[in-house]
């Protein structure tokens, strides 16, 4: 498959990712973006980025524009300081896909760019830079310091004062940058499993390996919570003092309620817990970023947005305990990791205690990797169409209450249990969300449907 678009930048084989694509790919966003003076250029820790950013600071320098080149640091760093300084952005990552896999996000001065962005910069390949042109290079060293302080600022040195934290460290950008501010806080840091070589962690599918390790980091260290994201520190991974995951369609409206927000912004793939808070407006995307950014877009006053990766967009100037956090227009890690271990710690009682004042309704995801997209887009569209062949493949579930195809296909049951079928775009990867009201029928329902899904696959689309 060629490098596309998918839920949240420009991803393909790190093998198709060439010079020449990388390079027209930058030649078009300039050109739709018509950046003044300066593009800021970040990139995550795979194999592959550290050239992938030399053909994008090229193409750039070949523009007759300054690459300014801030190294390996978090995408949503990355887009903070491009934001305050009033200028686009690229970061070199594939987020939490396999390491063979890379791609590119952009960033206006606005911040992520939306599905309609990306239908121009489509438009305006093939575009040519002035070869008379000639840019410079320029490093920057203060975007993690700025990044780190937004927090600590805002929450307070205290506001996490006796806690007992670990990291998850793995291949993640935001590794160190973690330590710094949850240390900066006043947490008893534990650091765990760096790894030297990259590792795909997608905190929306934790494996079954995964979470019986953390679980037992958990209880061997003694830990009130434990924290990590993916590969390039957009989206966070939580988990509670009993090993348990907190996903991040629960992390979302902790972090709106505590900031007073009037309106969230969520893809249908989200927890409808959501709707049982009192929020002013719940409005329901597509999944992916853009999709987020652009409802959020259309309206106004304090509104947010979160996926179910846990990654959280702020739109707003909000009120954190000790400071103001500025709008951050792309997902973001730090904030939906802080704010509810500082809400638990100000309130004295524990993360899971928080989380379990949420609304009874429970969420799992998982995912088959290595199925093609075209079989997948088959068979999702088949029991789209079809209802006989949905009630086949669903027997022995209850009866089907309503179908949402937003994104996917998305069954809603008479028993208030939920499955949401849905192929990747640009991967070879097949999700399955499901909705209980209890977490281990959620990840029964995830894990049946599953094992349905490659039955079916394996037998009936073979021949596709």
């Not at 053909?55 to 524009?65: K, R």
């Amino acid at each position: 498959m060629s490098p596309k678009f998918g839920t949240s930048g420009l991803r393909g084989l790190v093998s198709e990712l060439t010079d020449t694509l990388v390079s027209d790919y930058t030649y078009a966003f300039l050109k739709i973006s018509a950046p003044e003076g300066a593009v800021h250029v970040g990139r995550d820790l795979r194999e592959s980025s550290p050239q992938i950013a030399k053909a994008v600071m090229g193409a750039i320098n070949a523009s007759g524009l300054t690459a300014v080149d801030h190294g390996a640091l978090p995408t949503p760093a990355l887009a903070l300081t491009a934001i305050r300084m009033g200028q686009t952005a690229i970061m070199i990552t594939g987020s939490h896909i396999p390491a063979d896999r890379n791609g590119l996000k952009f960033y206006l001065p606005t911040g992520e760019i939306t599905k309609s962005d990306e239908a121009k910069i489509m438009e305006a390949l093939g575009t040519k830079p002035n070869l008379a042109a000639k840019g410079k290079w320029e490093r920057e060293h203060n975007a993690l310091h700025e990044y780190i302080e937004r927090y600590v600022n805002a929450f307070g040195e205290r506001a996490l004062n006796g806690l007992r934290i670990g990291i998850y460290e793995h291949s993640s950008v935001a590794r160190d940058v973690l330590a710094t501010t949850l240390s900066n806080m006043g947490a008893d840091v534990v650091r765990l499993a760096r790894a030297n070589h990259f590792t795909p962690v997608d905190t929306e599918a934790v494996d079954t390996q995964t979470r019986k390790l953390i679980k037992n980091w958990c209880i061997e260290h003694s830990l009130d919570a434990l924290v990590s994201t993916d590969g390039d520190a957009d989206r966070p991974m939580v988990v509670d003092e009993n090993g348990a995951l907190v996903t991040g369609d629960i992390l979302g409206p902790i972090v709106a309620q505590m900031l007073n927000a009037d309106t969230v912004c969520t893809p249908v793939s989200s927890n409808t817990g959501v709707d049982q808070i009192g929020f002013h407006k719940v409005v329901r995307t597509k999944i992916g970023s853009p999709f987020v950014i652009e409802a959020m877009e259309s309206n106004s006053g304090r509104v947010v947005g979160y996926e179910a990766n846990g990654g959280f967009i702020l739109g707003f100037k909000a009120q954190g305990p000790c400071g103001t956090l500025e709008p951050l227009m792309t997902r973001d890690c730090l904030l939906p990791i802080v704010a509810p271990l500082a809400m638990a710690k100000q309130r004295e009682i524990s993360l899971a205690q928080l989380v379990s004042m949420m609304p009874k309704r429970f969420t799992a995801a998982d995912r088959i990797q290595g199925i093609p997209s075209a079989r997948s887009q088959v068979f999702i569209t088949n029991l789209i169409t079809d209802q006989r062949q949905r009630t086949r493949f669903f027997s022995g579930l209850a009866k089907e209450a309503s179908i949402d195809t937003t994104d996917g296909l998305r069954v809603t049951f008479e028993d208030r249990t939920i499955i949401h079928l849905r192929p990747s775009g640009n991967a070879p990867e097949f999700r399955c969300y499901a909705e209980a009201d209890t977490t281990t029928r959620a990840q029964m329902l995830v894990q049946k449907s599953l094992n349905l899904v490659t039955s079916h696959l394996t037998e009936h689309l073979s021949g596709t």
